[in-house]
């Protein structure tokens, strides 16, 4: 199994709305991403996790909220986002250490705030 | 600022020959250089990557070269398949974290 799943692929929320994005990978990997990325744009880390702790945060604000609950599974909670929070979120996952082997991306989380 | 820098947004190749893509950086403390490549709708796919202690990488039809001095790798694609035909990024890391920093990414198409 080499896949990263995200769910769901779409999602369109209020800006006064509460919402979770799931992300879950059963490869053994102890590194897990959320990265977002605007239109005819790079990907943009967020967040990093590494042995389900919290390494690295973008000076992301503070209506993104990450959640690694276990080694298999990340969530990132959202609330009051804004209309520029509009944007592909995407989950990755590597092995601690190893990024020269590449991260496993999943196919993202296509969100649109309204 | 952009440390990473693909100045090719677009890039169109005939099937068969051979597709050059092109990444500078700005950081000298990168010490691993991966290339992803995308398609519309999907996640970025691990292509192929580099350590900064060597200046070539081979797999397949995909090869990347760099060029520490002059703070520029390519990846070469031969010969280039329709299905190439995606948007690919360069990326660095500089080993002491897991972050990985994307360029702005160079749109390859590839026509019969």
């Known amino acids: 199994d080499t896949e990263v799943t995200q769910t769901p692929k779409h999602l369109v929320m209020g800006m006064t709305n509460k919402k979770s994005l799931k992300c879950e990978q059963h490869m053994g990997h102890r590194a897990m991403y959320w990265y977002k990325q605007k239109a005819k744009k790079p990907p943009e880390l967020m967040f990093v996790y590494s042995y389900e702790k919290l390494s690295i945060n973008e000076s992301v604000p503070s209506r993104f909220s990450p959640e690694c609950p276990n080694s298999s599974l990340l969530n990132l909670h959202l609330h009051a986002l804004q209309p520029e929070d509009s944007a592909l979120y995407l989950c990755?996952?590597?092995?601690?250490?190893?990024?020269?082997?590449?991260?496993?991306f999943g196919q993202g989380t296509r969100l649109t705030v309204v | 600022d952009q440390q990473v820098k693909q100045n090719s947004p677009s890039l169109s190749v005939q099937e068969g020959r051979i597709s050059i893509l092109n990444c500078d950086y700005t950081n000298s403390m990168f010490d691993y250089f991966l290339w992803y490549k995308k398609y519309p709708a999907e996640g970025p796919t691990f292509l192929i990557s580099?350590?900064?202690?060597?200046d070539k990488n081979e797999d397949g039809r995909f090869t990347v070269f760099l060029n520490k001095s002059a703070k520029h790798l390519s990846l070469h694609i031969v010969p280039s398949q329709p299905g190439d035909s995606a948007v690919y990024f360069c990326a660095a890391s500089d080993g002491n974290t897991d972050k990985l920093i994307f360029g702005t990414g160079t749109r390859l198409q590839v026509f019969p």
């Open positions: 990755a996952s590597s092995q601690v250490g190893e990024v020269e082997v590449g991260a496993f």
């Open positions: 580099i350590s900064s202690i060597k």
